[in-house]
């Protein structure tokens, strides 16, 4: 996996390892978070929000900073209709799918 999976990623030529984990992310959000927050395909009455571009607003959908703290907060304890994703995921991927979400 190299640096040319990250397609359409604009930022100004970070470390190699970052777009490498940027790409490990990309998998990881693709796999356990595009259906929903992409498709909605389980139909959910609270519709997941687009998170294209979440980090370059000053917010979150739900009012809350816009920080990898904060999202990682989420992953941990799920949110709403949105499941916790620590059996699923280790800490560092997590901070992938944060470090993708920078670039979405
Ligand atoms: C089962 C469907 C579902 C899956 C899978 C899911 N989400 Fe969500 N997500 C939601 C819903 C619903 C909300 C809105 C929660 C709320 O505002 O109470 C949400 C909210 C969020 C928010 C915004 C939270 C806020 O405070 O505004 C972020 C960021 C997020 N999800 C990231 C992810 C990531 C990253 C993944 C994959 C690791 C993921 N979600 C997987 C349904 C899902």
């Given amino acids: 996996m190299g640096a040319a999976m990250v397609a359409g990623c604009h930022s100004a030529a970070p470390p190699s390892q970052l777009l ?4 490990e992310g990309q998998r990881l959000f693709a796999v356990g978070c595009a259906h929903c927050h992409e498709l909605n395909d389980l139909r959910l009455k609270q519709v997941p929000p687009d998170l294209h571009g979440v980090f370059r607003r000053a917010a979150l959908p739900d009012g809350a900073p816009a920080t990898d703290a904060e999202v990682e907060q989420i992953l941990q304890t799920g949110k709403g209709m949105m499941p ?10 997590m901070d992938a799918v944060v470090a993708y979400l920078h670039v979405y």
């Fill in 20 to 23: 490498q984990q940027q790409a």
């Fill in 84 to 93: 916790s994703f620590t059996y699923q995921m280790t800490a560092s991927q």
